[in-house]
């Protein structure tokens, strides 16, 4: 009777795309390209491809690796895995063969799908003592259907001529997926996040950022990562939203997609949103439609915040923080507080427990640096295979964000820097952050990222590197006065660098180790 009671109760990942398909089988799920997919659609193609898969001998708790930009398949696949009880183990498209190989082999991952335009570096990789033995082809937003020679199709699988599966009963505690972390100071790490985990964390989201099943979501940032994954979309087939899908995050491919689909509901990272604002074709776009706007990966500056009020202002704006490995969203800025808490990642969201605390694990009073904690249901079990840095995250009994903090009077959180991101400057801290902030205060400034680089005085010189606005000019040496005549001494810049852009991951993500390799020397 017991499991025929658990049956009834299940409630997972592929059981949330069910639900939502007989609410409303006929309202549009999934817009990429030229392919449309009602819910009814997206539903059958998910069950159909989940039989697919285990009939090419894919069952629960496998590890199946996935190597794509956004697309279509990529979404049926997320869903049609979580029906087998696979875990995903989503990819960085941008690492070389070396690092996904890597990530295959911890992962124990014995069958990768890839996207078009990725199949050498998916050959490459496979063939470093992976435990990869299928590779399954998926189409890229284009709609194209023609798989490689030697690979599956995903329309092979949709086309099957397999007797309908009987899916397994898939526990909200089953694994869902390993997800791994950026890896900047050491290999990644698998974060292992369950059914439940990520379920827990979509009620999180749509209650805290408003969502509703009247929303048109477009999904521009890369699927992979779990904030555009399971921030924006998971939560979008929860409600039943519609979701644009691209795999082209730029303005000239995000602005007439606002503009065509009538999009109401947009996420970006502070450096797209900026790439939006400084395109000739952002005044000519219609944007009336656009009613929520998300930012998160890193705080959006003081003066680019104003310049997005003043630009649009019909559109609401959320902070969301967080990271990987709570699912991913912890804190929330709201609307209301944009301006008056401006900077600051708001405070603990829904289903979300969170401390700044000292080396000690006591909180700290307000406008002391510390550490941020959380307790969550939406936190991960653990490392994949690595007990050592599991206990060391969960040491003292709250998660370690690894992420530097202030509270203020009120219980607003201010994210100073990553541990790793202070710098260590003739034997004074300086958060980046800090700096960063004065330094866009200055009109010509268009992006800008401190970092510390070895001195031979200094230990670590304060150094800024910085993007002009087109058609601006300005100096070093203006950089350094307009600095030292708004911040502390320690904390103005020793030098500024001036670049043509700044290197970021697909997500947004700015990659400040890869300026310290560029400029070490």
């Not at 798989?147 to 009987?166: N, R, S, Y």
């Amino acid at each position: 009777m017991n499991e025929t009671v658990d049956a009834i109760r299940q409630h997972s990942l592929g059981d949330v795309l069910r639900r939502t398909a007989r609410r409303m089988p006929n309202k549009t799920a999934i817009v990429c390209g030229t392919v449309a997919w009602t819910y009814a659609e997206f539903d059958a193609i998910c069950s159909r491809l989940a039989g697919a898969l285990m009939a090419r001998g894919v069952a629960t708790g496998d590890r199946v690796a996935i190597l794509s930009r956004n697309s279509h398949a990529f979404a049926a696949m997320r869903f049609a895995l979580a029906r087998t009880g696979a875990v995903m183990v989503p990819i960085n498209f941008m690492l070389n063969a070396d690092e996904v190989a890597y990530i295959l082999r911890s992962s124990g991952a014995g069958m990768l799908l890839v996207g078009e335009g990725l199949e050498a570096l998916a050959a490459a990789a496979v063939q470093k003592q992976t435990a990869v033995t299928e590779c399954i082809w998926l189409p890229g937003e284009d709609g194209g259907t023609a798989a490689p020679q030697g690979m599956t199709g995903f329309v092979d699988l949709l086309d099957a001529q397999i007797k309908e599966a009987t899916l397994p009963a898939v526990d909200a505690r089953t694994l869902l997926q390993i997800i791994y972390t950026s890896g900047t100071e050491s290999l990644p790490k698998g974060a292992m996040l369950t059914h439940e985990a990520v379920l827990w964390e979509y009620a999180t989201c749509i209650i805290e950022g408003s969502m509703a099943a009247t929303d048109i979501m477009l999904h521009a940032l890369p699927l992979y990562h779990c904030a555009q994954l399971d921030v924006f979309l998971g939560p979008a087939i929860y409600l039943g939203a519609t979701s644009i899908i691209t795999g082209q995050p730029r303005p000239d491919t995000i602005l007439p997609l606002i503009e065509r689909h009538k999009v109401n509901s947009f996420f970006a990272p502070p450096s797209v949103w900026i790439a939006l604002l400084r395109s000739p074709q952002f005044d000519m776009t219609d944007l009336s439609s656009l009613e929520k706007g998300y930012y998160g990966a890193s705080i959006m500056p003081v003066e680019v915040l104003r310049e997005m009020q003043q630009r649009m202002p019909r559109v609401r704006l959320w902070n969301f923080y967080g990271q990987t490995e709570i699912a991913p969203l912890a804190t929330v800025l709201y609307p209301e507080d944009q301006l008056r808490k401006a900077g600051s990642a708001g405070k603990p969201a829904l289903n979300v427990e969170t401390r700044v605390v000292d080396e000690n694990m006591n909180d700290v009073p307000p406008g002391t640096i510390g550490e941020i904690v959380h307790r969550s249901p939406q936190l991960l079990t653990g490392y994949y295979q690595d007990p050592e840095k599991t206990a060391a995250a969960f040491s003292g009994g709250w998660f370690h964000s690894g992420d530097l903090a202030m509270l203020d009077e009120e219980g607003y959180i201010t994210v100073v820097d990553r541990k790793k991101d202070m710098i260590k400057s003739g034997g004074e801290n300086v958060a980046s952050r800090e700096v960063e902030e004065v330094i866009f205060r200055i009109a010509a400034v268009s992006e800008v990222a401190v970092i510390g680089l070895p001195d031979p005085y200094w230990v670590e010189a304060v150094t800024a590197v910085v993007v002009l606005r087109h058609g601006q000019t300005t100096s070093e040496e203006d950089v350094i006065a307009f600095c030292k005549a708004n911040m502390a001494h320690f904390k103005v810049p020793k030098r500024v660098i001036f670049a043509d852009a700044l290197p970021k991951n697909p997500s947004g993500k700015l990659l400040k180790r890869e300026l310290r390799k560029r400029y070490a020397g």
